[in-house]
C-alpha cells in the first residue's frame, strides 16, 4: 500500500484523553490532557506531560501530586471544557458541575463523576522544552463498584471510556478482538474461552459480554 510521508510529529493515536485533578481548597484545577501512560508496573509508575504554560503545571510542580481521572462518554463535554479553558480565569469544578471527592493517600480531589481515579505522587520530574514529564507512582486505584463483576473482575470495558484520536474524542464501542495472548492460545484453551463466551452471551440475552 502506498504511504504518504511527513516530518516527525506528535501523532501517536489513540490516547486516553485524563482529566488531571490537582491542588487543594478554593486552588484546585482540573487540567484535560492526552499526553499520559504507564511506564512501569512495580513500583507502578505513570506520568503526565504539561505544557509549562498550563496553570496546572506549577500546582503539580508545588504540591507533588495529582489524580488521573478517566472520563466516559457522559463526561466528554467536560473533558474537553477542562481542556481549552484555564483555572486561572474560572472554576472548572462548579463550571462543569463537577463533583470533588476526598482521596486516600493525597490531598487534591478526585473527580467522583469520573469511573476510574488513580492517586498518584509524582516521584520524579524531566524538563523539556514545550513540556515537563511528572513521572509519579499509582498510590490508590478506585473504580466504580458497577464495574466489578460478580467473581470481582474489573470490567473497564463496560465503562465506556474516551478515547482521543487526533484532535476529536471517541467512544470504546467494539467489541474485544481477543484477549492478551490469544495469537498463540492453544486450540484446547480457545475452544474453552469461546465455550464461556456463549455461555455468557446465553446468560445475559445474547449481548456480548466477553469476558477475559
Known sequence: MEKVS??????????????????????????TIAWTGIINS???????SVRKSRHSHDIIAREGEFVINLPNEALAK?????GVKSGRELDKWSEMSLTPMEADEVGCPLIEEAPVNLECRVVETREYPTHD???????R??????LLSGTGKIRLDKAGLLAYCHGEYFGMK???????GFS????????????????NQRAKGGRNVFEK
Open 42 to 48: 512495580d513500583p507502578p509508575l505513570t506520568y503526565v
Open 78 to 82: 467536560q473533558c474537553d471544557f477542562c
Open 6 to 31: 511527513f516530518k516527525g510529529g506528535a501523532m501517536l493515536s489513540p490516547l486516553p484523553p485524563a482529566m488531571v485533578s490537582c491542588g487543594k481548597g478554593t486552588d484546585k484545577n482540573i487540567l
Open 174 to 180: 467494539s467489541s474485544p478482538l481477543g484477549s492478551f
Open 133 to 139: 514529564m511528572f513521572i509519579a507512582e499509582i498510590v
Open 141 to 146: 486505584v478506585h473504580v466504580d463498584a458497577n
Open 184 to 199: 498463540v492460545m492453544k486450540p484446547k484453551t480457545k475452544k474453552r474461552k469461546d465455550a464461556q463466551r456463549r455461555a
